[in-house]
């Protein structure tokens, strides 16, 4: 979820209660407020009847417009003792005028003449509908809650991608930033302290990660180039033997052994400086090679090479299939891909290789699904092949890497599919 | 026949240096670039071996001092960098070959013959064993003067043998060779097996007087009935 999502969420969340508290004390209070007003109303009301009817002045007509009632009925004493003589209620009064109940305010007062009688007078008058102010405080409410929300929602959003723009910047940076590949400085055109501050930890973290990155590229290329001239040394000091020595048979198959034992090195060394040499794009010139040539070539090489192993090969592929590759690059990726799959199949398994539509696919026979996730690492072995280095296919994907191609592994109908697809 | 070994592993230029004398070259060895100079200074050479990474600079440099004094001394660059670009620069500032490491032995002796052939006559197309010729750019082989046809990779595996005679070669090596990459990791060399068989015949048949033998099984040597040439 994003953030600025996240944060209008949280807002409505927020203002829903916060507003519904708000409502109810807001209906509380206009309540107590109405009824205050009404209530003294009803009270100078009371008192002038009273006194009108003590002093045996005339009473006013029963309705005199003000939609203001009155009753004054004589009761018992009993009744008056038990009973308050100041009572405010609310109760629906029928107004005759209107042929209609209406909520009112009622004041019942008890009060006894000169005579010593008691009379229970109730003044009335007709006061606002609750419900309809609830209803109405509602609606008003839920508008105010929609406009309330709308308007903090968008400045808050209008603020937060203001405030927030260097926090965008950075991120977009990151998701077009790919270790070991030349990049821009991490943007940093902010004034804000927090901001400069990220800024520099991710182009302080990137930088080092660069530095790290280029020192083990560095360190396996030395490290390789090194390696060389002792690895020569040895190889001519044994062929020295084989050449100048006389030998028995055993000790020409030790030496022999030896010698195929730094083969095997030398190989190893070999491709890691190659693999060094395609991740530092240190293959510039490309031409236009024939994929469907060298296919053919190097099938029909492995072929003879693998022959005693009954394998079964079928070979679908275009007469020409042209693309703009470095040729030791091209050779690298097929000859790899290929092998493996001559290597890796039992004896009388079969091979399919096709090409079509930009698509190279090798299939060979296998009884279990490999790793997938790594099967491209460096040095990752599956085969108790003791003469496999391990980076046949790492070279594989650097090459695919190099020119931006994709390349997938699945294990189908019992067998390994490996396919690389031109764009 | 003079050569100079420009190389500053001790170990490295010590058996260079017994395998080049063995040949019958006359060598001297440098180990830094500023005893080279001084050398590359005094004396000619026939071919100068030379290691472009010195600790005290870059052989490259020698390379273009050499050239920039009108010396025609034949320069082999021996490399641990093993990249296009080198060779390249190498080759544009007028090297005669480049070697990269590791090399075998008899891989460094078959470009040293290479290139005095072609200071002393223009070419080295040819290659002679015994009664034995290849054409390395005609691919065509005659045995006493009558061509015998052979297959691409009789004929690779041939001029393979006869840049390396009476050096055992080991069959995954060979195999590597000839078959490119990796094909020294085959289950077996049967392959290589088929192909030296049918060579051997066709050598037989035509009445050569080299021979590719068996030994002990693990690899090959081409003989010749005849002491080979000086080079």
């Known amino acids: ?423 | 026949m003079k050569i100079l070994i420009v190389e500053d592993e001790p170990s490295l230029r010590e058996v260079i240096q017994r395998a080049l004398e063995q040949e019958g070259y006359v060598v001297e060895t440098a180990a830094d670039y500023a005893r080279a100079e001084a050398k590359i200074a005094g004396y000619d050479y026939d071919c100068i071996l030379l290691d472009i990474m010195l600790p005290d600079g870059n052989g490259l440099h020698l390379l273009e001092t050499l050239r920039r004094e009108g010396k025609r001394d034949h320069v082999i660059i021996v490399s641990a960098r093993d990249s296009l670009e080198d060779k390249v620069s190498g080759l544009e500032q007028g090297a005669d070959d480049y070697l990269a490491k590791p090399f075998h032995t008899a891989e460094l002796k078959a470009r040293i013959r290479s290139v005095l052939r072609r200071g002393r006559n223009g070419g080295d197309r040819e290659l002679v064993q015994g009664n034995v010729t290849l054409d390395t750019e005609s691919r065509r082989v005659e045995v006493a003067g009558r061509e015998i046809p052979l297959l691409k990779k009789e004929f690779d595996i041939l001029l393979y043998f006869m840049q390396r005679p009476d050096h055992l070669v080991d069959k995954a090596v060979l195999a590597e060779a000839v078959w490119g990459d990796h094909a020294d990791q085959a289950d077996n060399f049967q392959f290589v097996y088929a192909q030296i068989k049918n060579l051997r015949r066709k050598l037989s048949e035509a009445g050569a007087d080299i021979e590719i033998r068996a030994v002990y099984g693990f690899g090959y040597k081409l003989s010749c009935a005849e002491p080979r040439p000086k080079p």
């Not at chain 1, 009632?69 to 009064?93: C, G, K, N, Q, W």
């Not at chain 1, 102010?133 to 959003?157: H, P, Q, S, W």
């Not at chain 1, 399919?352 to 090798?362: F, R």
């Not at chain 1, 296919?393 to 592994?409: H, P, Q």
Request: charged letters at 25%.
């Open chain 1, 1 to 423: 979820m994003k953030l600025i999502y996240r944060i209008a969420l949280r807002l409505s969340l927020t203002l829903l209660p916060l507003l519904a508290l708000w409502a109810t004390l807001f209906y509380v209070i206009i309540t107590a407020e109405i009824n205050d007003e009404a209530d003294d109303v009803l009270e100078d009301y009371s008192e002038l009847i009273i006194i009108r009817m003590l002093t045996g002045q005339e009473l006013p007509p029963p309705n005199d417009g003000s939609n203001n009632s009155y009753t004054v009925v004589p009761v018992t004493e009993a009744y008056a003792e038990r009973t308050p003589h100041i009572a405010y209620l609310d109760a629906e009064v029928f107004i005759p005028e209107k042929e209609e109940t209406e909520p009112a305010r009622i004041l019942k007062t008890i009060f006894r003449d000169r005579h010593g009688r008691f009379y229970e007078l109730t003044v009335a008058t007709p006061t606002f509908e609750k419900e309809d102010l609830m209803k109405t405080i509602l609606i008003a409410v839920v508008a105010l809650y929609l406009v309330l929300l709308l308007t903090v929602i968008g400045v808050t959003m209008w603020v937060f991608r203001r405030s927030l723009d260097p926090l965008y910047a950075l991120l977009r940076w990151l998701d077009g930033y790919l270790p070991g590949h030349a990049v821009a400085p991490v943007p940093d055109d902010t004034s804000i302290a927090e901001f400069r501050k990220l800024n520099a930890a991710a182009q302080q973290a990137v930088t080092r990660s660069e530095e790290l990155f280029e020192r083990q590229k560095q360190f396996i290329g030395n490290a390789s180039h090194e390696l060389q001239t002792p690895l020569a040394i040895l190889r001519n000091r044994i062929e020295w033997l084989l050449d100048r020595t006389p030998l028995s048979e055993e000790q020409t198959g030790e030496l022999v052994k030896m010698q195929r034992t730094l083969n095997h090195a030398v190989r190893l060394n070999r491709t890691l400086l190659l693999l060094t040499k395609i991740d530092n794009g240190q293959f510039p010139e490309s031409s236009d090679i024939d994929l469907a040539r060298l296919l053919a070539e190097q099938t029909q090489q492995l072929e003879e090479i693998y022959r005693s192993r009954g394998l079964r090969l079928s070979l679908r592929i275009p007469e020409r299939f042209t693309v703009r590759m470095n040729e030791t690059l091209a050779s690298t990726l097929v000859g790899n891909l290929l092998r493996n799959a001559f290597v890796h199949t039992a004896a009388g398994g079969r091979i399919e290789i096709s090409l079509s539509d930009g698509v190279l696919t090798v299939r060979n026979e296998g009884t279990a699904p490999l790793q997938s996730d790594h099967i491209f690492d460096r040095f990752y072995r599956n085969s108790g092949n003791p003469d496999s280095v391990g980076l046949g296919l790492a070279l594989v994907r650097a090459v695919c890497r190099y020119y931006a191609l994709d390349i997938d592994y699945r294990f189908e109908r019992s067998a390994h599919c490996f396919s690389v697809r031109w764009k």
